[in-house]
């Protein structure tokens, strides 16, 4: 089997500070100032947004990069289109090669849907001819017969998309790039680009495919690799990589954190008094990872200097975007309530029975607070990541919307006489 | 199987061939789409393009002629001499101006999609020169109204024209790839292309110079450009001068070999700094 793409020692750096300093005015007035020192280069150390990534791609395969924001996916995408040039290291690319990395770029927002069909297809490396025998089938696939002659500033953020995508779908590299673009759209829409990529896949064209959606990695590629911080960290199975990239590589999601040293801010402490010291996440372990459904217990150390009148803890649930999911608080009842405290060292816990969130990233907000206005406030204290339970092995069952999940009961058909 | 081999290092200073070839059309579709986007939404749509070079001569006619009264009641009509050197010269400043700002305009497709970066800057000048083309028809016109043969000479009217073409051409390849990262280029540009056109004879004659300063003129290619046009398309307008065109040609040629170099020198850091 031939090589299709060939990466040895590939790096990227930029030198940061770069955009800032080379203004113009800047070097002037650097140069007025110190007409010596500016002959001369400045050192910064440089940034590698990329170190060393060597691997080797063979005709037909299908391989998903697969790492944390920043972990230099797209810059190797980049790198490897052509698009930017490389500061160390050597790629070849054996076939035409195909990039997609931002849906609709080169759409002009005046032309109409006919017209941004020819533009966007030449701009993607297509002959007129191409995109003229595909034509039907790009709009077929878009959805878009009627709006043709409509200008695509008046089409919908949808439809928008849906047309960007079919075009680029439908080039024909041997060497197909791919960044992301399945994150646009309605679910039904990506379904329909996921099957367009299959049979790209299928089709024997050689893929690279960076996405952060492990359902579409895992159905799509046939191996990945997991950049981490501009390094490759593993070149495997798509199973192994995913499984590390989400339990080893992504963000750090500690159990236990030590908040005794955090600084406040100055209005959270106009009357100290109570110091929260130590915020867990208790029954799990080493990472801070749960499936839906099961219970969240989260536990507490705080020290008091005072004697505090009555004082309720709580702690806040927000997405990954920082939206206020919900809030839990303690003196809601009358057991829960905290009358008064008198210096010394606490401990207390929490308890949701089953984690009411479907998949995705969480954190939480944990906070006290006094009758006598005094109150210790610690953000962001512990993230979450909540995961599917692995039982549902089905992708498809897999695809439950929304952000919140509660036990629902179901009854079993009964045929109805 | 054609092999992409991606280094570090500077690019070679020829881009490859077969790459232009296979974006060959590109060129041309991204200058449609210049000249397409120009007219969408408006009421007399590619009519514009007309209708521009007719107003603009009347303009000129007002200005120059009845206001400035700068017509000699030469045996040329005075509003074909005018028309004759602004033309070509409407097409230089808008191919330099347009050129110079048009990496940076299309920052999107630099950043995410690969493509000779040349064609950028080619296809917004032939914008320019589509543009050139419907005022020409808009001249022809004119100068049959006149009754205004052009000469046998006329043949070598689109040499000229590739002159002034290529003058505009050098300079913006070079300002289009300074601009990506020093954006001073394009509050700059704007007042060069003022100068360069006092400097250029749209609304006189060279005759009108004086001898000793007209090979010093020729310097700025527009010159023997407009002179060449005027020859051309009027019958009984002087030659241009031959030392003057040569000047002008090296000057061309100068500028567009460093415009070419800077921009293959540059181009690699566009996605990077844009």
Redesign the interface.
């Given at each position: 089997m031939t090589q299709a793409v060939t990466v040895t020692g590939i790096?990227k750096s930029?030198r940061i500070g770069?955009?800032f300093e080379?203004?113009?005015r800047h070097t002037l007035v650097s140069w007025l100032k110190n007409p010596l020192a500016a002959l001369k280069r400045n050192h910064t150390d440089p940034f590698w947004a990329l170190r060393d990534v060597s691997f080797a791609l063979n005709e037909g395969e299908v391989l998903g990069v697969i790492g944390a924001n920043g972990a230099g996916k797209s810059t190797l995408l980049?790198?490897?289109?052509?698009?930017?040039?490389?500061?160390?290291?050597?790629?070849?690319?054996?076939?035409?090669?195909g990039?997609l990395?931002?849906v609709g770029?080169?759409f002009?927002p005046?032309?109409t849907g006919r017209?941004n069909i020819?533009?966007n297809g030449?701009?993607?490396?297509m002959?007129?001819a191409e995109v003229k025998r595909r034509f039907d089938e790009i709009v077929d696939f878009a959805e878009v017969e009627t709006f043709l002659d409509t200008?695509v500033k008046r089409y919908s953020s949808g439809m928008y998309v849906r047309l960007a995508f079919a075009v680029a779908a439908h080039l024909e590299p041997?060497i197909l790039i791919v960044d992301e673009v399945l994150a646009v759209g309605d679910v039904m829409f990506q379904k329909k680009c996921l099957g367009k990529m299959n049979d790209v896949a299928r089709g024997g064209r050689t893929v690279l495919f960076v996405s952060h959606n492990m359902t579409a990695v895992r159905s799509l590629c046939t191996r990945a690799i997991l950049l981490h911080k501009g390094h490759l960290e593993l070149d495997a199975g798509v199973e192994e990589v995913v499984e590390r990239y989400i339990h080893h590589a992504a963000v750090e999601l500690p159990v236990f954190v030590d908040t005794a040293d955090w600084p406040r801010r100055e209005q959270d402490n106009l009357k100290p008094g109570l110091r929260i010291q130590s915020v867990e996440l208790v029954g799990v372990e080493q990472r801070a990872i749960l499936t839906v459904g099961c219970p969240l217990k989260i536990r507490v150390k705080f020290t008091v200097s005072k004697n505090l009148p009555e004082t309720v803890f709580g702690f806040v649930l927000k997405s990954a975007d920082g939206v206020k999911l919900m809030e839990c608080r303690s003196g809601m009842d009358e057991s829960s309530r905290i009358r008064s405290l008198s210096p010394g060292e606490y401990v207390i816990e929490t308890n949701l029975p089953e984690l009411p969130l479907g998949p995705g990233y969480y954190s939480i907000d944990l906070g006290a607070r006094c009758e006598d206005g005094g109150l210790d406030h610690t953000p962001d204290v512990l993230s979450l990541l909540v995961e599917e339970p692995q039982a549902i092995d089905n992708l498809w069952l897999r695809r439950v919307e929304g952000v919140f999940r509660i036990r629902s009961h179901w009854t079993t058909p009964e045929t109805v006489i | 199987?054609?092999?992409?081999?991606?280094?570090?290092?500077p690019?070679p200073l020829l881009p490859p061939l077969d790459e232009l070839w296979?974006?060959r059309?590109?060129c041309w579709?991204?200058a449609m789409?210049g000249v397409?986007?120009r007219y969408?939404?408006t009421i007399f749509g590619i009519g514009w393009a007309v209708l521009r070079p007719v107003l603009t001569a009347l303009v000129m006619t007002i200005i120059f002629g009845k206001i400035a009264k700068l017509d000699d009641g030469g045996a040329i009509p005075y509003l074909l001499m005018v028309m004759a050197g602004a033309l070509p010269f409407q097409m230089f400043s808008a191919c330099l101006l347009s050129a110079s700002g048009s990496v940076v305009a299309n920052a999107?497709?630099?950043?995410?999609?690969?493509?000779p970066r040349l064609m950028i800057p080619v296809s917004t000048c032939m914008v320019a020169v589509v543009d050139f083309f419907f005022a020409l028809l808009v001249y022809v016109v004119m100068a049959l109204w006149y009754g205004v043969m052009p000469p046998a000479q006329a043949v070598l009217f689109p040499m000229f024209i590739l002159m002034g073409f290529l003058a505009a051409l050098g300079p913006g390849l070079w300002l289009a790839a300074v601009n990506v990262?020093?954006r001073?280029i394009m509050q700059i540009v704007p007042f060069l292309v003022q100068i360069l056109t006092y400097l250029s004879p749209v609304g006189f004659s060279m005759e009108k110079v004086p001898e000793r300063w007209r090979l010093l003129m020729s310097l700025n290619p527009m010159v023997s450009v407009i002179d060449g046009c005027r020859w051309t398309l009027l019958p009984g307008a002087p030659a241009p001068d031959v030392n003057g065109v040569v000047l002008s040609a090296v000057v061309i040629v100068l500028m567009l070999l460093l415009g070419f170099v800077c921009f293959r020198r540059m181009e690699?850091?566009f996605?990077?700094?844009i």
């Open positions: 790096g930029y770069q955009l080379w203004q113009l980049k790198v490897l289109s052509g698009i930017t040039r490389p500061s160390e290291g050597e790629a070849r690319l054996r076939g035409r090669v990039s990395l931002e770029t080169g002009h005046e032309l017209e020819y533009l030449s701009i993607l490396g002959t007129r200008p041997e | 199987m054609q092999e992409k081999v991606i280094r570090s290092g690019a296979r974006f059309e590109l579709t991204l789409r397409l986007v969408k939404q999107g497709m630099v950043s995410k999609i690969y493509f990262r020093y001073d690699d850091q996605a990077d700094i």
